[in-house]
């Protein structure tokens, strides 16, 4: 077959893709509204086709992403990546002055996003166990600061030990009798953890609200100086950096190692002498503990939990932000916060069409880039062993 | 003594959707080790289907023919329209992702999960829908206990096509072929099976099953909505995990045990658990026999 042959039958094939998918949404969508989406697909697939074929052809030069981001990850390397560093946070401790409230409220909620997808990571990214009910933890912290303080028990800056204190413990009793299992269980049993809590929080009137939830949660003061949205926005980057700091850190350190030796293959870390249980506690508690205290800035902020706000989508987008950024990864999860977040928000003008585009996209970012966007070193080396082993 | 037969007659039903909808679950677990998260939204595809395909039935004039045969119809029109959704799904969303890391296909999955809910929501709009009033619901006394024949039917349709599903599995060459492939994938590739139509009929299968129970259960309760699939999808997964994730009978059983313990947990205990319940026994079931019911004890890879 000639190569002209060959491009034709491509062409062919995203015609009847296309017409496939048109015949398919006939049911829902009605004849007319169908077409549409078949000329759709058939164009975008022509596209996307036709791109592929000027690449092959050298007519069009893309760099792959991966290229792109070494070449990225040695321009800033040394002194150049403080200097980067620098011109970033400066950047951000300035935003206030040009942000409106929207945007304000927005960059708020996206730190604590970064928060709880750091906190993620080191469960899923770094500890390679897989949790689907993260978003409970987050709800335990919230909930703690919510039912304290509207008791005037507590003001803000206590409730973060405590809160911290809560998730941990949550997180342990979680974690304790899930040890034992591996892979897509464990992602199972935490997802009914996650179920069960929200549910509990549903119905346990008395100390949640019920579904009405709980209102005029206070924000964070220190004697008589309130922190209004704007100063709330500093509380929250000064809490992401030391995040963002400490898992740094953990990443590197001991701990942070063994993490990704039971990671890699669990057995082979415990005959290593590593002592997984301890460790992989340690892991489910810490990433508890963050989540905790995001909880409490994001109660803070609000002023109001329900338990709309801790369902499993939730747990899903976070998870989402880990994976989409790429594991293990610190640059990429917070990469992976930062869009994942930003986007929904960002295609407000479609309204109902949003959501749509967010799942979409979710599938089109893991068939062409499954490693995320900035796969991490150690992660790249994996991959390459990985079909040996099996 | 009348409200546990009840009690009992109800999970059954419920029993029996679950259990349709697992065995879906189970299949694709067992071939490709993936929790297919979209699967609960195929069989929220089903449920509308019912409405539409019924609704057309009735304008033609079908329905005032006969109702079973309506019925009947629109069941298999249904299952085939899904079973469509459901290979399509898998060669766009999982198919690429074969031989990439464990956890993209399953965000691929979510994402499907999403996509789809929004697709029914625009298309369909947000609010509930209800099924066409032309269904009688009739019912008898059996032992002093209420019992509707959509109940009847819904017990008899699924057991039928758990039937025919264990047929096809154990007595095809296209089941055989399933068999081999779960077993060892590789293994099997090099026996001269067909990888990829074997995970296409694979889903084809799950996917007609998944609508079967959608439309029934549209029929049951009479009203639905773009987020039902994810609930059911949930205590489907539970089903099919109590009984054995990868084992057919398994997940048959787990179906229906799930469905009377929650019926009766609901009935008996705290109704306003009744979700948390499902949870709670999948919770349960992975801690202490995380093989489950039927399942067998997997030795740890090395």
């Known amino acids: ?390 | 003594m009348e409200l546990f037969l009840e009690q009992i007659i109800n999970g059954l039903t419920v029993g029996a959707v679950y259990a349709l909808i697992a065995l879906g679950y189970t299949m694709v677990y067992g071939i490709l080790e993936l929790i297919n998260f979209a699967h609960g939204e195929i069989y929220m595809l089903g449920a509308y289907l019912g409405i539409i395909l019924l609704g057309v039935l009735t304008a033609t004039g079908v329905t005032a023919m006969s109702l079973p045969l309506s019925i009947i119809i629109t069941i298999i029109a249904a299952g085939i329209i899904c079973a469509a959704y459901g290979a399509t799904m898998e060669k766009i969303a999982y198919r690429p992702l074969r031989d990439a890391p464990r956890l993209a296909p399953l965000i691929s999955a979510m994402g499907m999960s999403i996509f789809l809910q929004n697709y029914v929501m625009l298309t369909q709009g947000p609010n509930d829908k209800v099924y066409p009033q032309t269904i009688p619901v009739t019912t008898f006394t059996f032992m002093g206990a209420d019992v509707t024949y959509i109940q009847l039917f819904i017990i008899a349709a699924s057991v039928l096509l758990m039937a025919a599903l264990h047929f096809f599995i154990m007595k095809t060459k296209m089941g055989k072929a399933m068999r081999a492939t779960a077993l060892d994938k590789k293994a099997a590739g090099l026996m001269g099976i067909n990888i990829d139509s074997v995970i296409s009929v694979t889903f084809i299968l799950g996917s007609f099953l998944a609508a079967v129970a959608g439309v029934m259960v549209g029929i049951y309760y009479g009203v639905v909505n773009f987020y039902i699939g994810y609930l059911a999808g949930m205590k489907a997964f539970t089903a099919a995990v109590l009984g054995g994730i990868g084992n057919i009978p398994g997940a048959m059983l787990g179906g229906f045990v799930l469905g009377i313990l929650e019926s009766l947990g609901a009935g008996y205990l705290w109704p306003e658990y009744k979700d948390a319940f499902a949870f709670l026994v999948l919770v349960l079931i992975l801690i202490i026999r995380p093989q489950g019911l039927l399942g067998e004890r997997m030795p740890d890879k090395v």
């Open chain 1, 1 to 390: 077959m000639g190569m002209k042959e060959k491009m034709k039958n491509k062409y062919l094939k995203c015609l009847l893709a296309g017409a496939w998918i048109g015949l398919l949404t006939i049911p829902f969508a009605g004849i007319i509204r169908a077409a549409y989406i078949a000329c759709a697909v058939a164009g975008a697939s022509i596209v996307v086709t036709s791109l592929a074929r000027l690449r092959q052809a050298g007519i069009l030069k893309i760099p792959p992403t991966g290229a792109l981001i070494e070449r990225a990850e040695r321009l800033y390397t040394g002194p150049k990546k403080i200097i980067a560093i620098a011109v970033l946070l400066a950047a951000l401790s300035a935003f206030p002055f040009i942000a409106d409230r929207y945007a304000l409220d927005l960059a708020s909620q996206t730190g604590i996003y970064i928060v709880l997808a750091l906190g993620l990571n080191i469960v899923v990214g770094q500890t390679g166990l897989l949790v689907l009910g993260y978003v409970a933890f987050y709800a335990v912290g919230a909930y703690t600061y919510a039912i304290l303080s509207t008791g005037h028990l507590i003001n803000f800056w206590a409730a973060l030990p405590v809160a911290a204190f809560m998730a941990g413990i949550f997180g342990l009793i979680l974690g304790a009798p899930t040890l034992r299992l591996r892979g897509d269980y464990l992602a199972i049993v935490t997802l009914g953890f996650g179920e069960i809590t929200r549910i509990v929080l549903n119905n346990w009137d008395k100390l949640t609200g019920g579904p009405n939830g709980i209102a005029d949660i206070p924000r964070p003061r220190i004697g008589s100086f309130r922190f209004t949205l704007t100063y709330f926005y500093y509380l929250v980057l000064v809490f992401a950096v030391l995040t963002v700091i400490f898992v740094g850190r953990l990443n590197n350190s001991r701990i942070g190692r063994a993490w990704i030796a039971i990671r890699e293959d669990e057995t082979a870390a415990e005959a290593m002498g590593v002592n997984t249980t301890w460790l992989k506690l340690l892991s489910f508690a810490l990433g508890a503990t963050l989540a905790g205290l995001a909880g409490v800035f994001y109660t803070a902020k609000m002023g109001f939990v329900s338990p709309e706000s801790f369902n499993f989508l939730e747990s899903v987008i976070i998870l989402c932000m880990v994976v989409l950024g790429g594991m293990g990864s610190i640059p990429g999860v917070i990469l992976g916060a930062v869009i994942l977040y930003i986007m929904p928000e960002a295609l407000r003008d479609f309204q109902q069409f949003r959501m749509l585009i967010f799942g979409g996209s979710l599938v089109a970012l893991m068939v062409f880039r499954p490693q995320g966007i900035i796969g991490t070193k150690r992660r790249g080396v994996e991959m390459k062993v990985k079909p040996a082993t099996e």
